[in-house]
């Protein structure tokens, strides 16, 4: 039984034996009732208050303005508090410190604030309880008290009561949270206290939460040395501030040395809050696997101990691992939230696995999470990445509220999916919202430019990243840029793009420029520069050396694309294996080249050939030998994504798009094959690959303009 249900026992047995309770009897149960956040207990004794004719005495409402406040019933609290007769109200600080309180704890903070000035212009003065909670309201709401903080610093100095601990604790954190480190720290350091400040917790914690906000997390660290040599105990609040530094530098080192204070001071595993930052440390550092040890290690796990976990893995491309450890935290009967609903549907998003998106977003539905915006976004994006652009407008249309990333997702998702001008539209529509473009942004609005072939537009887009909105393109953009140049022929001027001051590019751009190359039978001095830059970026990558045997084949230069392949093989360079996957009912089927470990391989590779002996005879179709890595034109009939679109003809309902998702970019002779296989069959088929979407329609042609 709550203690709060005891007390109200005790007050009926009081009432039974003929005694009245008074102000002090009604005022102890109310604050056992708020401790407990005890609704219905506080509302009987306030049931209790109106009989005994106390509902006018501001000490006895204080207390009840503090259960409904700490029950989220702020307009009850607000109705009492104006009930109170003036003269009553305006000599009883502790009614007014726990209203402002009340205020402040329900996400009011501008409120909060308000009636501080109202309690002043009252001429009630504020005490070591009340500074702490309006500086917590002022820390809340920065942008829109941030000069009101200011001066309520004046009145704690003028009041006497920067001394106190408790008030000089909340001054540390307003300014933390402001990210004025150093008048944080100066509060810190100076001053005259009731007892050293120096060698409070609080105030530390207060100003290494600030650091970590503020995105210092060198300066946090340091901090953290300071006050331990300052003799200051580490609390178990200390640690996830240090911590949280440390995951976002990615310095797992010194993670292991705080995990080591962590153990020898007896913050262990007992500690879920403590576990749970130092599983996100480590899986933020990129090391899953001491990540995974201190999960199991842990001896209570809540949803925010899986959600490190798991957001964890899918950041670092564990997504298999990520929607394994998801089936476990549902076998354990632990109920997701929001964070970990967006964080499984990025895993859901790269594998992809559609099927399974698509059962969360109906249970996002059910349980509300469709509500928050990283929910939104990751079902917009899922979608995208999974070919189905229709489902994704449909979730980016009903979301009542979007930001950057929103918006982003979508624009992208348009360019990756071959509806360049739609993602143009779509930006268009994204800056007479208000929202601001990003880094990210610019990339999908460069790719639809390029594949919409778009190259003024593309021109004038590059150029107001960083005169409109401040964004410096990075090697993607300019990858995105030698693209769209590219598809124009105008392989010079995209190389002279490369050549700007103060511009490295990097390994994406190159094959940019390489694989435009490739397409206009460029074999000469710019190609070679190209795939020179990419052997010395990147000496393992297999890519180069085909591009360029490729651009040495288009261009009638047999030997040399012989001898490219000479050194490729001399060099011990492999080609990386092609995989494609496909989604037959709740089952994921793994294809790779000339593989035949799947069960019903007999089959799929019977079914091979009678596709290509359909496009051969009502398609017209010719194999196209010089895509195959070894000149030999047998080794690319059985291509990995040949296989899997066969094996969704073969298990497919019929009339069902087949989306396959590949590893590497499809191959010349698969994608002109594919597209008469679209036709001939009358089936949409999708192939996701390494660049881009590819969405061969039942007329025989392709989203990307057979341009890739």
Partial sequence: MPCSAQVTGLLRQMMSRGLRPDQYALGSALRECSAQRHLLSGQQVHGLVVKSRFDANAFVVAGLVDVYSKCRMVAEATRLFDAVPPPDRDGNRVLWTVMVAGRAQNGDPVGAVRLFCDMRSAGVSPNQFTFPTVLAACAAAPGAVQGFGAQVHGCVVRGGFEGNAYVRSSLVDMYGKWGDLAAARKILETGECDYDIGNDAVAWNSLLAGCGRGGRGKEAVALFVQMRRCGVDADEFTYPSVLNSLASMGSAADGRAIHCSIVKSGYGEAYVHIGNTLVDMYAKCGDLQCARKMF??????????????????????????????????????????????????????????????????????????DSFVSVGNAQVTMYAKAGCVEDARRVFDVMRERDAITWTALIVGYAQNGRGRESLRLYGHMVESGARPDYVTFIGVLFACSHAGLEEE??????????????????????????????SGKLREAAELLDRPGFEPDAAVWKALLGACRVHGEAGGLAERAAE??????????????????????????????????????????????????????????????????????????????????????????????????????????????????????????????????????????????????????????IRDANCFHHFGVEGNCSCGDFW
């Fill in 533 to 686: 830059a990419l052997y010395q970026a990147s000496p393992r990558d297999a890519v180069p050396y085909v591009l360029l045997a490729n651009a040495y084949s288009s261009a009638g230069r047999w030997d040399d694309a012989r001898s490219v392949r000479n050194l490729m093989r001399s060099r011990g360079v492999r080609k990386e294996a092609g995989w494609s996957w496909i989604e037959v009912g709740r089952e994921v089927h793994r294809f790779q080249a000339a593989g035949r470990g799947h069960p019903r391989a007999a089959e799929i590779y019977a079914k091979v050939e009678e596709m290509l002996e359909r496009i051969r005879a009502e398609g017209g179709y010719v194999v196209d030998a010089w895509w195959a890595l070894h000149g030999q034109a047998a080794e690319l009939a059985h291509h990995s994504e040949k296989l899997a679109v066969a094996m969704g003809l073969l298990s497919l309902p019929e009339g069902a798009a087949i989306r396959v998702f590949k590893n590497l970019r499809i191959c010349g002779d698969c994608h002109r094959a594919l597209k008469l296989v679209a036709k001939v069959y009358g089936r949409q088929v999708v």
């Fill in 458 to 487: 593309g021109k004038r887009h590059l150029e107001s990243m960083e005169t409109v909105y401040g964004v410096t393109p990075g090697p993607e953009h300019y990858a995105c840029m030698v693209d769209l140049l590219g598809r």
């Fill in 296 to 369: 199991d290690q842990m001896l209570s796990r809540d949803v925010v101990t899986w959600t490190s976990l798991l957001t964890g893995c899918a950041r670092h491309g564990l997504h298999e691992v990520g929607l394994q450890l998801f089936g476990e935290m549902r076998a354990a009967g632990v109920e997701s939230d929001y964070v970990l609903a967006a964080g499984i549907l990025s895993c859901c998003a790269e594998l992809p696995a559609l099927a399974l998106g698509r059962q969360l977003h109906a249970a996002n539905l059910r349980r509300g999470f």
